[in-house]
């Protein structure tokens, strides 16, 4: 590797002196396609429903590991997180993941909702504490799991579910201190959880220390990360916010001037998202969790840059004699 001109050097020795990105990912040669899971919202309206199968029915062939649905904040969407879980495993061969969380109801509510969706052949938990409503600080239930560590072992106890957890790259905004939320993580991940997804990030970097920091810390199950494919930043921000979620300044520049070009936009995302997921590919990354926003065109085209394709469909049947 060259070790790089000087920048006041001449134009072409600079060029051919600097550093030199990897090469795209190769078919075959000991390239293996990495592993992908979705993430859905359940849908408020028949329209929204209507797009959120198209969605499904987009990235199945992609055949994810498995794919999750969310529950809205407060435990606002428990019914219609139900109803999407229970129809992915009615309809669909893929592997459903149900969100649940601790906010607004004592142990057996959750309890008895984890029970029927074992029942209903739901087999993977996204274990979550939840947010208070929009405006209030969290409490937990007088009755409830108060954190997700809490939820986690009550899951155990009801059914030997896969669950997933959430995890910081950036800290959670109500962490008492870094090391603190890295010891929860750990708890998570002790009480019986098998991986841990990250909420969003743009700076890679972060999230590469935060897999040494997790590693130093004795955490060994992988840390899933969470790809956001951004499309409007103004939607981005008020999410990033919430969630304490840097944007570092290329990214505004990136889509400065676009508010009203929806299709660069769309290029531009694309463009930013491939960047990210092949550093991480770079640095060995091979799981990744996409939130979809219930969109599939940008998830779709990154995994294909990620070398993951469509299963192919079925033979056509053979002719009746
Ligand atoms: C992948 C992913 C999916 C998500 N899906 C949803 C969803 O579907 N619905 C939803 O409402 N929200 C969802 N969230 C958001 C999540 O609910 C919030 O970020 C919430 O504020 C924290 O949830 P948690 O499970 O990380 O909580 P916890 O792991 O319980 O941690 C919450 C905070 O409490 C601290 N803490 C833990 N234990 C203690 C203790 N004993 N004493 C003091 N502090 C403690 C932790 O350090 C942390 O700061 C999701 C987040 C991610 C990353």
Sequence with gaps: MPTGAPTGAPT??????????????MRGAGHKAPALSFEFMPPKTEAMEQQLWTCIGRLAPLQPRFVSVTYGAGGSTQARTHATVTRLVRETSLVPAAHLTCVGAGREEVDAVARSYWEAGVRHIVALRGDAPAGESYAPHPSGYAFA??????????????????????????AVSRVGDLDNLKRKLDAGASRAI??????????????????????????VPGIMPVTNLAGLRRMATLSGIGIPDWLVHMFDGLDD??????????????????????NGVDEFHFY??????????????????????????????
């Design 12 to 25: 072409l020795e600079r060029w051919l002196a600097g550093p030199r990105f990897g090469p795209l990912p």
């Design 149 to 174: 560590v809490d939820l986690v072992a009550g899951l155990k106890r009801v059914a030997p579910f896969d669950i997933s957890v959430a995890a910081y790259p950036e800290a959670h905004p109500q």
């Design 198 to 223: 990250t909420n969003f990030f743009f700076d890679t970097s972060v999230y590469l220390r935060f897999l040494d920091l997790c590693l130093a810390a004795g955490i060994t199950a992988p840390i």
């Design 261 to 282: 070009d929806v299709e660069t936009r769309r290029m531009v995302a694309a463009v930013v998202t491939a960047e990210q997921v092949r550093l991480l590919q770079a």
């Design 292 to 321: 979809t926003l219930n969109r599939a065109e940008l998830t779709y085209s990154i995994a294909h840059i990620l070398g993951v394709r469509p299963v192919s469909p079925p033979p056509p049947a053979a002719p009746a004699v």
